[in-house]
C-alpha cells in the first residue's frame, strides 16, 4: 500500500504543479507574480521544464537553450543562459565536457539523482556547481550570468558560474549626470544595452520583445518591459503603432518616437526619452 500512496501523491504533485504552471499567464501583479514563481518547482520532464521557463521569461530572444546528450545512454540534457550574461568560453566548456568527456568513461552513467553527482563531481571544469529544484532560484542565477543544467528523468538541475567578469567599457552619458548613481550610459550595441538591464533587473518578469522597422535598413528594436507592472492596454497599443511603422530607414530613436506618440507635432514632448 505504500508503493500507492506514493504513486498517487506523485501524480497528485504533478497535476498540482501544471495547473500552477497554467494559472502563471493569468497573474498580472507583479508582486504575485514573484511570489508564484518562488513556489514553483522542476518535474523529471525535460520538456516541460524547459517549456515553463521559457514562459516565465516570455521567450525572451536573449534566452538560450542548447540541447545535449550525455554519456553512454545518451540521456537528453539542455543548458540554458542569457546572451550576454556569460562568458562564451565557459559555456563551450561545459559542452565539451558533457558530450565528449562522458562518452570516454567506460562506466555507465547513472539515471536519476545519481547522474547529477557524476556530472558534478567527474565532469564540469567548474568547481563553483550548486543544485537547485526550485524554478524561482535557477531563474535568479540565470539572471545573474549562471548557466543552468537540466537533465531528462532529474527534478533538480545543476547551476555553474560562467558570468562574465569583465566590465565593458561603457562611458556616463553627457546628458544626462548622476551624482551617486551609477556612472553607465546606452551605447549603440541593442544586446550590450540589454545585457545593462539584465544586470541591474534580475528577474524573469522582465520581457523583451524584438521588431524590425525601416525597409531598407532593417533596425532592430526592442520593447522592454517588467511583466505586471506594465499596462497590458498600453504594452498591445505600443505593440500596434510599431506594427504599423512603414518608412524606409531607421537611423535614431527620434524617428520610432514620431510614429508611436499621438501629437507628433506639439511642442511637448509626449514620449520620454
Known amino acids: 500500500m505504500a508503493w500507492l500512496k506514493e504513486l498517487f501523491g506523485g501524480l497528485r504533485s504533478k497535476i498540482r504543479s501544471r ?32 517549456k515553463t521557463i521559457g514562459e516565465l521569461y516570455g521567450n525572451s530572444p536573449d534566452l538560450i537553450f542548447r540541447h545535449f546528450r550525455v554519456g553512454a545512454a545518451q540521456i537528453p540534457g539542455a543548458l ?5 550574461m556569460v562568458a562564451p568560453d565557459r559555456v563551450e566548456e561545459i559542452l565539451k565536457a558533457l558530450e565528449i568527456e562522458a562518452q570516454r568513461i567506460s562506466v555507465q552513467l547513472p539515471k536519476g ?19 537547485s529544484a526550485l524554478l524561482g532560484e535557477i531563474c535568479h542565477r540565470i ?14 538541475g545543476l547551476i555553474c558560474d560562467t558570468s ?6 561603457i562611458e556616463e552619458p553627457t546628458s544626462e549626470t548622476t551624482i551617486r548613481g551609477p556612472r553607465v550610459g546606452f551605447i549603440e550595441s541593442i544586446e550590450t544595452n540589454i545585457t545593462l538591464l539584465r544586470r541591474r533587473i534580475k528577474t524573469p518578469n522582465l520581457w523583451i520583445e524584438n521588431y524590425q522597422v ?5 533596425t532592430q528594436l526592442s520593447l522592454v518591459y517588467i511583466k505586471g507592472l506594465a499596462s497590458e492596454e498600453l504594452l498591445t497599443e505600443v505593440r500596434s503603432r510599431l506594427k504599423r511603422i512603414r518608412v524606409d ?19 511637448f514632448p509626449m514620449v520620454l526619452r
Not at 27 to 48: H, M, P, S, V, Y
Open 249 to 267: 530607414g531607421v537611423l535614431e530613436s527620434g524617428h520610432v518616437e514620431e510614429y508611436i506618440e499621438d501629437t507628433p507635432f506639439t511642442l
Open 214 to 218: 525601416g525597409d531598407l535598413t532593417q
Open 143 to 156: 539572471s545573474s550570468g549562471k548557466t543552468a543544467l537540466l537533465f531528462a528523468g532529474v527534478a533538480q
Open 19 to 50: 495547473d500552477k504552471k497554467g494559472d502563471l499567464a493569468a497573474i498580472q501583479d507583479i508582486g504575485q507574480r514573484e511570489a508564484f514563481i518562488r513556489d514553483l518547482k522542476l518535474t523529471d520532464n525535460l520538456n516541460e521544464n524547459i
Open 80 to 84: 540554458l543562459c542569457l546572451d550576454g
Open 113 to 131: 539523482e545519481g547522474l547529477l553527482a557524476s556530472i558534478e563531481d567527474g565532469l564540469l571544469p567548474s568547481h563553483q556547481v550548486q543544485r
Open 164 to 169: 562574465c567578469l569583465e566590465t565593458r567599457s
